[in-house]
């Protein structure tokens, strides 16, 4: 793990891989770290030069200043930005699940022509809604996220998976208590406020040669099909599947599904690297 200084703050990161290799950008979800896509790297690293980095205040990242103001998903991407510039990388593909797919969008709406591809999983271009993000903002504040684990973490994972590996969600529970409160309530917030409707197709129509690609679980209850069903056409019809049986996560979930899918979906762009 290493670390770089973006806008006064210090973000965790990974770059592995060799350097010749196409650029692979991966964003987590909120209240995870990174470390969900470690089951998928050692797929992907034989193709891909991969890049993986912990949101404010989750994993070893900085938290978000005090008097940092809102967070937004413009600064959040401009984080995988500084970042894939730090790796002296142009177009990358980009591969984001939740609050992550929320930062591949802001890319695809304002610096489509920095990317090869983008892969939004179990994501929306609205995710719930404002009342539902403010409340979860006030009890993370006056509750903890110790307090509040045990009903967030078992979303992210299907009733199958958790019975199978009851270690699971007690492990992933005690990752999030290590999570910022206010970064995370920060968070919340911006994801309150974020709506994407009517702002990708102008963009991928500008840029046709950024593909696309959307995927969700049966089983999400946070991002439900019918939420990817509604991204999809806001990204003009970009292909979309749903994994039977699955919920939040697919990179934990099953990393060997996931990785061959995105293996599937950068091929086509192989041999542009930025």
């Known amino acids: 793990m290493a670390f770089l200084n973006i806008n006064g703050r210090s973000v965790a990161y990974r770059l592995l891989g060799r350097e010749a ?5 991966l964003a987590h979800p909120l209240g995870m770290t990174q470390a ?8 992907l690293l034989p193709r891909y030069r991969v890049l993986t980095w912990d ?7 900085q938290a978000w200043p005090s008097e940092g103001g809102e967070i937004t998903p413009a600064a959040l991407a401009a984080e995988a ?10 177009r990358f593909h980009f591969v ?6 929320v930062v591949g969008q802001q890319l695809i709406a304002e610096h489509a022509e920095r990317l090869l591809s983008a892969t939004l999983t179990n994501t929306g271009a609205v995710i719930g809604n404002a009342d539902l993000w403010t409340t979860r903002a006030g009890r993370v504040r006056d509750e903890g996220l110790s307090a509040m684990s045990g009903e967030i973490v078992p979303r992210w994972f299907s009733a199958q998976r958790l019975e199978d590996e009851p270690a699971l969600e007690a492990g992933w529970r005690t990752q999030m208590t290590r999570t910022d409160g206010e970064s995370y309530a920060r ?5 309150g406020r974020t709506d994407f409707r009517d702002k990708l197709k102008g963009p991928l ?13 049966s089983e999400d209850v946070a991002t439900p099909p019918e939420t990817l069903q509604a991204l999809a056409a806001e990204c003009g019809g970009a292909p979309l599947e749903i994994l039977e ?29 930025g």
Not at 205 to 217: D, E, I, K
């Open 187 to 191: 968070l919340c917030e911006m994801l």
């Open 205 to 217: 129509a500008q840029h046709p040669n950024v593909s696309v690609h959307l995927l969700g679980g």
């Open 36 to 43: 969900v896509w470690d089951d998928i790297l050692p797929m």
């Open 81 to 90: 930005l500084a970042l894939a510039d730090h790796a002296s990388v142009r």
């Open 55 to 61: 949101l404010p205040g989750h994993g070893a990242s």
């Open 245 to 273: 049986g699955f919920a939040h996560v697919p990179s934990v979930e099953d990393p060997q599904a996931m990785a061959k899918r995105l293996l599937l979906w950068m091929a086509s762009d192989r041999d542009d690297v």
């Open 96 to 101: 984001g699940t939740s609050i992550g797919g």
């Open 21 to 25: 290799l196409p650029l692979v950008v």
